[in-house]
C-alpha cells in the first residue's frame, strides 16, 4: 500500500472519529462553544475545508504503525483522535502564547473570540482528548488502555516543558544548542514518538517492537523540526514571500539562528543589535549559509532522517504498509515549503 | 472522628501527595517552571504557607467519602491529588480569562510571570492530574482507574461548557436564571459532586451509594455557590470592605443579581446604566433585598442543603466519619466570609 492509498483510507476514517468526539460538546445552550471547536477542526466558518484542516499527520502515524503491526487499524481509531485532539489543544494555546493572528490561512481563536475564550477551547480540546482515549475500550484490555493513557500524558507534560522553554527564550540571549534540543524533544518530538508508539501498543507489537517504533517517531520528530528550521530561512517563501515568514524577522530561536549566535560572528553581532528588517532578510540568510549554519543544520536534518530510517527498518513494519511508512517520511523530509 | 481530627490526619498527607504529583516537573532545566507550580500551590515565594495553599475541600472530601465507605483512605490520595490539581489548572486559567491580579492574597501566575507561561502552567496542573489518577495503579483495578478517569475527565467537560458561559455572559444582558444553573453545575457543582463519587468508587461502595454520593456533592457544590453570591453581595467585606469585594462592583453574574435582573424593577433600571461606583454599594445592596432577591438566595441556599443533607443520610456513611462529614456541610455553608 503506498501512501495515496493509505490516507485516502485512514483520512476519511479519522475526521469521521474526531467529528464524533467532539461532538460530546454538541448541545443547545452551549452551541456557539461547540462552534469554536469545529471552526477550529476546519470544518465550520468562513474557510472551512481540507486546507483549514492542516494533515492530520499524527493520527495518520498512529493508524499505520498499527497497521504494519498486522494488526486492524480500526480499533486504534480513538487514540488515533486523541493526538490529533492533543495537538490541536496545544496549537490554540500556542497561538495566543505567540500572539499569532492566523492558523493555516484563518484567523485564530483568540483573534476571532478572545484569549479568555480560547484558553477555555483549548482546554476543552485537551478534555476530549482524554476522553477520546477512554473510548479504546471495549476493543482494547483495561492495562492496555491504561498504559496508552500513561504515553499519552507523558507526551503532554513533555509539552509543557518544552513550551516553557520557547516562551522563556523570547526574552533570553543566552542560549545554547543544548536548550534547543529539550525544547524541540517537548514541542515536536514528544507527541510524534507517542503516535507510534501507541500505535504499536494498540497493534500488539512486543516491547522491543514498540521501542524501536518509538525512537523512529522521536527521531523524525527531530528531523521534521530542524527541516522546518532550514525552510524558515531558507525556504522559498522565508526569502522571497512575506517577511512575516521568515524565522530571523520573527526572531525565532531556530537551530540555525543558535548555531549562528554560538559563532558569535557578523550574524551574532547584528542579532545583538535588535529586530531583523525584512528587507535585511537575504543578506543574512547568506552571512548565516557563510558561517556554516546551512550546512550544519542540513547535517542534522539528515542524520536524524536516517536514525529514523534505521529505527523504523528495526521496527520491521509489515511489508503492506511499510511502503507508505517509508513515503510519509520522505513526504515529511523532502518538503520545500 | 470530627472535622478537626480528619483535617489533622488528612490535610498533610494530601499535601505531601501534591508534591509527589508536582515533583515530576522538579527538573534541573525547567526549575522556574517547577517553581511556578509550587509557587501557585502556595509552597514557595513571597507569602508562602497555608494561607496561600487554600483550604483543600475537594480531596478532603474524596477521602472523608472513601473512609465513610469503611474503606483505607491512603490508597485514594492520587485521586484526591488529581481533583486538587483540577481545581488548581481551572484557578490559574480562570485568573487569566477574568483579569484577576490576587489569588490567596498573592500576585496571580499571569500577574507575576506573564499570560503566555500562564496558560502553561495551567495546563500543567492539568497533565499532572492526569497522571496522578494513573497513580491509583497497582492499588485499584485497572477497570476502576479507568472509570476514575471517566469521572473526571467528564467534570472537566462540564467545567469548560461553565466556563464558556461564565466568560459569554460578561457580554450579554439578556440572562436567565436557567442559564445561571448550567453555569454553576459546569464550574462548581461538577467537580464537588466528583469528588465524592471518586471517594465512593475507590471506597467501594455499590452503585445506589455512588449516585447518593454524587447527589450529595452536586448539591452541597450548588448551595455553596449560592451561599457565595449570597456573601459576594451581603457578606461583611462586600458591604464594608474594600469596592472590588462585592459582586456588585465587579458586575458578575451571580444569583442575586440576575434575580435582580430578572425582576425587571428599580435594581435591574440601575443595573442597565453602566458599572456599579463603590458608593452605591449599600444602597443597592438594599434594593436587591427590598426586591426579593436576598431571600430568593437565601431559600436556594436553603433548599440545596436540605437536598444535600438528605442525600448523604441516603449514602449512610460510616458513623466514625459521618460526624465530620455533616460538620464540613455546616463550615462551608454558614460561612460568613
Not at 482524554?130 to 475500550?137: C, E, Y
Request: hydrophobic share 45%.
Amino acid at each position: 500500500m503506498d501512501l495515496k492509498h493509505a490516507t485516502a483510507i485512514f483520512l476519511p476514517a479519522i475526521e469521521d472519529e474526531l467529528k464524533r468526539q467532539i461532538a460530546r460538546l454538541d448541545e443547545a445552550r452551549t452551541r456557539p462553544f461547540y462552534e469554536m471547536l469545529t471552526y477550529h477542526m476546519g470544518w465550520s466558518g468562513q474557510g472551512a475545508g481540507p486546507e483549514a484542516q492542516g494533515k492530520r499527520i499524527r493520527p495518520l502515524l498512529v493508524l499505520l504503525t498499527t497497521a504494519s503491526c498486522s494488526a486492524p487499524w480500526q480499533p486504534a481509531l480513538p487514540a488515533a483522535a486523541a493526538v490529533e485532539l492533543v495537538h490541536n489543544f496545544s496549537l490554540v494555546h500556542d497561538d495566543i502564547q505567540d500572539n499569532s493572528d492566523l492558523r493555516r490561512g484563518r484567523p485564530t481563536i483568540w483573534k476571532q473570540w478572545g484569549v479568555p475564550q480560547a484558553i477555555n477551547v483549548g482546554d476543552a480540546l485537551f478534555v476530549l482528548a482524554n476522553l477520546a482515549i477512554l473510548d479504546l475500550s471495549p476493543a482494547f484490555l483495561p492495562e492496555t488502555i491504561l498504559q496508552a493513557g500513561q504515553m499519552l500524558q507523558s507526551a503532554c507534560l513533555d509539552l509543557t516543558r518544552g513550551q516553557f522553554l520557547d516562551i522563556a527564550y523570547e526574552n533570553r540571549s543566552d542560549l545554547h544548542l543544548e536548550d534547543y534540543w529539550v525544547m524541540v524533544s517537548g514541542k515536536t518530538a514528544a507527541l510524534l514518538s507517542t503516535c507510534c508508539a501507541l500505535g504499536a501498543l494498540l497493534g500488539g507489537a512486543d516491547e522491543e517492537h514498540q521501542l524501536a517504533y518509538r525512537d523512529f517517531g522521536h527521531y523524525l520528530g527531530l528531523a521534521f523540526q530542524a527541516q522546518d528550521d532550514l525552510l524558515g530561512i531558507w525556504g522559498d517563501s522565508a526569502l522571497t514571500g512575506k517577511s512575516a515568514e521568515s524565522d530571523l524577522v520573527a526572531g525565532k530561536k531556530s537551530l540555525p539562528i543558535l548555531y549562528g549566535l554560538q559563532k558569535g560572528g557578523e550574524f551574532a553581532r547584528r542579532w545583538a543589535q535588535g529586530p531583523i528588517q525584512a528587507g535585511e532578510v537575504p543578506t543574512l540568510a547568506e552571512t548565516l549559509t557563510r558561517e556554516g549554519a546551512r550546512l550544519y543544520t542540513q547535517q542534522v536534518v539528515d542524520q536524524m532522517t536516517d536514525l529514523a530510517l534505521q529505527s523504523l527498518r528495526l521496527a520491521e513494519p509489515h511489508e503492506d504498509v511499510a511502503e507508505a511508512l517509508f513515503e510519509l517520511v520522505d513526504f515529511l523530509l523532502n518538503r520545500q515549503a
